[in-house]
């Protein structure tokens, strides 16, 4: 756990392009979605940014003269949202083959790992946690977006999609690690790959404290806490799509964990094992969420069943306690010569003593049985 555990405490969820994360200038010298592009040389970076084109340059002079096929310099160009026409250049200067070129350019892509002859494309769902003060019908508590990674011999090239994720911090912490890095772009893939899943497991935790929170309001002896049914499905909308993005990665870290891939130096597969169990228990986490707030879901429907027929109980027992004044007063209001107790002195008192009495004892029957 030693060298990639250390990059955590680093690597923090970025903004959409900051200051410091401002692409290369367009043209034939750069490229306007190009975020950063340099070479590593035995782990350690050589000069600062340079264009895609100098890089491969430098990469395979390096190679030509270590006359090592698969030696330990690379070139990592990391991209943001690039269109068709910033990624063409690219894809052909490193032969990437089109379907991936493809997934990358529009996104809206499945976690999934692809070979393509010597290549290795990668695709990964970030997540973020969006704040919000109180849960609604229409919040958004899962933010998603997308990295692709193509790895190869002599390159590693990020393309990542959406306002977060970004790989400016990791690219720095892996820079401080050369021992690491020198280890060539399948340690770049894992440290993304650690990434990913780390942010994964700082939504699930916040996730936690949204489920718990709508458990008590659900069971709580306050009508008023008690949530609609529409704040319950909205979150576990949220949890459905970040199990969209959770889920279909374990396949592939077990993949890059398990099987022998000379793409992915040795020592650093041992580590996709360590990925792979991260990952594994984000997915146990997020099922758990999703039954739970499936029983939420069912408990809420069924305190509202029975609080209806609470109130139908209640509405019908009032309802017969008042027929009897309404009968009574009705038969008195035919205005007929001859009633009993028409023209005696204490008629009235009696007749309103009388429903009063009637009155009483229907309530206490309706409330000795619950029902008020």
Known sequence: MSMIRDLRAAVRPGRRRSTSDEPLARGEQGNSAVVDCAVYRDGRRSGSRCTPREAVRQVRQVRELSGEENGSAFVWIGLHEPTEEEFEGIAKRFGLHPLAVEDAVHAHQRPKLERYDDILFTVFKTVRYVEHEELTAASEVVDTGEIMVFTGAEFVITVRHGGHGSLRALRRALEQD?????????????????????????????????????????FSNDRRKSPDAGRIYQLKREVLEFKRASAPLLRPMQLLSERPNRLVDPEVQKYFRDVADHLARVNELVSGFDELLNSILQANLAQVTVVQNEDMRKITAWAAILAVPTMITGVYGMNFTHMPELHWKYGYPLVLGAIVAICAAIYRGFKKNGWL
Request: charged share 25%; hydrophobic share 55%; net charge negative.
């Open 178 to 218: 050369e021992a690491l890095l020198a280890k060539g772009p399948s340690a770049v893939l894992h440290a993304i790959a650690d990434q990913v899943v780390d942010g994964y497991l700082a939504v699930a935790d916040a996730l936690q404290t949204d489920v718990d929170e709508m458990e008590l309001d659900v």
